[in-house]
Every structure is written in C-alpha cells, then in structure tokens.
C-alpha cells in the first residue's frame, strides 16, 4: 500500500502542538509496520537542514506560483521514514511559526501557502512529478491540508482520502474573496461545501471531500457531533458519523518509559516501584517543598488555557486546610492564569510548587514523581499526560470527557473489584465534581495495597503507536476496497 501522509508539521522537524507529535510517530510506526509511506510537508526555514540525506529529486509545476516546485527527499532524524519536503521559499522558507507572524496575527497569506501546498500533494500523489511513486492513499491532518481531498475529488482517477481532525477549533477561516483568488471552483461556493458563515473554510474540504474522517479518540469523535463540542460544523460531521472513526493517539515508549527515561534520578518498573520514591524526593526538593514520603503529591502539567481546566484545581484549594498533601504544577500561557496559580503557592508555599514555562525533563520528573495527576479539561480531543502518568505509575484524575473518557478507567467498587481502575474519574468539569474525586484519591492513597494495584494496572496499559498504527491499517484497507467498489 502506497500512503502519502501529508501534514503541516512533523515533530522533530517542525513543532506546534499534537499533530506534530502524530505526525512524527504515525508515519514511522506504520513504515515499521510494511507500508510504502511518504510524509510530505512544507519546506520550512531549517528543515532541510535537519534531514538526513537531503537531497533535490524533482521540479514540478504548481497552480499558484510561476515557479516550479522543487522537491527534497530525505530521511527522518532517528528513522528511515521517507520525507518529501516541497520547497518553495517565498511561502515557507521564514523563520519562526509556521503559522503564526511575529506580530502574533497569522501570516497575511496562510491561504495562498497551503492551498499551493494542498495542490503540491496532489501532483505528488497523482506521479505528476515524474517519480513513479504513485499513491493508493492519501491521509490529509487538519485545515493546512484540507483542501487535499477537495482537489482531489476532481481528479478522474484518484487515490481513497482519509482526513485526520487534531483539533476543531481551528478551521482555516478566510475571506469569501479568496475562493476566487485562489482559482478554487465557483460551485465549492456553498454550504455543501467549503462554505462557512459567509466565509471560506479550508476545513470543510476535508470534511465535506475526504472518503472518510477519523480523529483522535472514539469519545471526541461522538462528541464533535454534538453542538457542545462541533464548533458549529456538528451538523455536517453528524451527517456523516457513519464515515467518521476515532482512533487513540500513541505515545512513543521509547522516550516514556520509567525504567530508563535519562531525565530521572532513579528508575522503576512494574516488578519494582522503589525508584518512584527516589523520584519523589528528588522532586519535592526540585519544586521547593518539604521532602516528606507520606504525603501525597498531586500534578498537572499543561497548557494554561481554559480547556485544561486549571482554574477548577485553583477552585479546590480548600482541600489544602483538612487534608496534608502536596500539589506541583508546571505550564505556561494565560498570564491570568499563571498570576493565579503565583498566588496559590502564596498561600500555601510549603505544599503548592509552581514552575511557570516549558520544562521538557521536569515534566519527566514530575509524571515520575507525582502520586497522582490532575486532568480536569473541559475538551480534550485526545490527551498524553494521563498516558505518561499511567505508565509512569501516577493514576491519572480525570474529566470524563474525549481521550480521557476513553484511557482512564475510574476506581469505582466495580472496577476495583475486577482489578481494571487505572485512575479517577468525574462526570462534570465543576470545582465539586473535580474536590470529590480528589478526595476518593486521597482516601484510596491511604489504602496502599489498593493504590499499588491501581498504579499496576495502569503501568500495564499500551498505548502505543504501533497499537494505534494497526488500527489506521485496517481503516486504511477498508478505504481502498471501498473505493475499488466504486
Ligand atoms: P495539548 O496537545 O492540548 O497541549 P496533550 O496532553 O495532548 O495536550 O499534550 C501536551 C504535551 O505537551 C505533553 O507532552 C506535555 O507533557 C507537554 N507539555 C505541556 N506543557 C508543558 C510544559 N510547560 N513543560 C513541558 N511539557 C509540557
């Protein structure tokens, strides 16, 4: 099978957020496990560079701009995954965000770069680039993409589509006008297709075009159907729930994994937990708070944004005055957020560490560290830090809602009782909701035989990429024998 993924950014190429991490991993897991890919992306300002082997193989002619598009093939750092870099540097070769300008506004023409680009993977899929590579499959990532499966439903002869939705709330937006100056067909002009409020909308091409759609967790993908979370397109994705998947994200075990993982102090397993209170101790100190083995220690690591839900852990502090645990945090982003969570320690500086900024080992440590992590988002399409925390023996307390619903399995009797708890679980992302299961963990913290079965179980989950890589296999096989139904 010949599968061309095409995304915006790759981790570690380029990085922004999750897709870049699937974009990174999927790819090469699904290589790994015998299918002919190419991962295609824009070639951004140092990205050749990072590439191993880099090298020009071919010039080809792309709608939108005079020049040819030229075309740099080479490995991906640590693996032998084939990337296609298209290179045309008066739309990517700039330094900084992919996206975003340094004024902080979008780049002016972010729809110009990536419908060039969406017309590229469409000459590279179609071998109209002269490579003798032509693609079974072409699996399209959020609005940077979108308009792949778009211009490819004008194709006579095309490969199966499949688009991929990290994150709804970015829809590629621009201004009616564009349609046109674009040269993107006048009956796309409609809600029935690219059409949004008045607007044009780069990622209805892969909701409305794409043979089927997928995103990243089974819950969010019933979910995104409904007003509450389909940030207005909940009609059209209900409409076509019967081609719409969820399949789990992965996490790559070779850089979390507690018995090796270089940025601890001490390692563990699941034979031997000892090296977790070393890890403990050593954050305790790191963070600033007494060393004390006995208390609890609860986590979260994240962005400081609405949809991770800090504000309702800054809601709970009142659990702080019966019960003696301690709380660290580490994230960055609304200023609002961080002065709140400055205060929080103020309040209770010998129990509240706080890390303002973006620290890649201390979060090691601290998912290591922690006796418990705390996920209460709002949203959230598919999630990685209650992953890491279950590997890493940290039963994770969690909103029941998209990846968290579907990863995390609540210490209720039952689930105790048949030894499947992983962690905590509540149904409404309130303070109350959040301050009662906090207090089942810590009760069930006070019954070690229990908490030790709980961390067990959760350490012998696998939510690995390769688990996840085998599910987009058989999506990918049933997509081609549809379309071969045709
Ligand atoms: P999202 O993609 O919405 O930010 P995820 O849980 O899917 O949330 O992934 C977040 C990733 O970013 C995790 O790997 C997490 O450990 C990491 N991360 C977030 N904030 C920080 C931070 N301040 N320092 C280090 N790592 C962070």
Known sequence: MKLLFAASEAHPLIKTGGLGDVAGALPRALLEAGLDVKLVLPNYAGAAERLKGARAIAEFPVHGRAAPARLIEGRMPGSRLPVWLVDAPEFFAREGHPYVAPNGQDWPDNAQRFAWFARAVVELAQDRAGLGWRADLVH???????????????????????????????????????????????????MHALEFHGRLSFIKGGLVFADWLSTVSPTYAREITT??????????????????????NGVDYRVWNPARDPYLPAHYNRKSLEGKA?????????????????????????????????????????????????LVVLGSGDPALESALRAARAGFPRRIGIHIGYDEGLAHRIEAGADAFLMPSRFEPCGLNQL???????????????????????????????????????????????????????????????????????????????????????????????????
């Open 140 to 190: 399209a990532n959020d609005w940077q993409t979108g308009l792949v499966p778009a211009l490819l439903s004008l194709e006579p002869d095309r490969p199966a589509t499949l688009f991929t939705i990290h994150n709804l709330a970015y829809q590629g937006l621009f201004d009616a006008g564009m349609l046109h100056a674009l040269d993107l067909p006048p009956e796309w002009w409609s």
């Open 278 to 326: 070393a890890c403990k101790a050593a954050l305790q100190k790191e963070m600033g708070l007494p060393r004390k083995p006995d208390v609890p220690l609860f986590a979260h690591i994240g962005r400081l944004v609405e949809q991770k839900g800090v504000d309702l852990i800054l809601e709970c502090l009142s659990l702080f005055r019966r019960n003696r645990m301690q």
């Open 227 to 248: 007003p509450e979370f389909g940030c207005g397109l909940e009609g059209l994705l209900a409409a076509r729930s019967d081609r719409l998947s969820g399949i789990l």
């Open 388 to 486: 890491y925390s279950l590997r890493y023996a940290t039963p994770p307390i969690v909103h029941r809602t998209g990846g968290l619903a579907d990863t995390v399995v609540d210490a209720d009797d039952v689930h105790i009782a048949d030894r499947t708890a992983t962690g905590f679980v509540f149904d409404e992302p309130t303070p109350a909701a959040l301050r009662t299961a906090w207090r089942r963990a810590l009760k069930l913290y006070r019954q070690p035989r229990l908490w030790r079965r709980i961390q067990k179980t959760g350490m012998r989950q696998d939510f690995s990429w390769q688990r996840s890589a085998g599910e987009y296999i058989a999506l990918y096989r049933r997509l081609l024998a549809l379309r071969s139904g045709v």
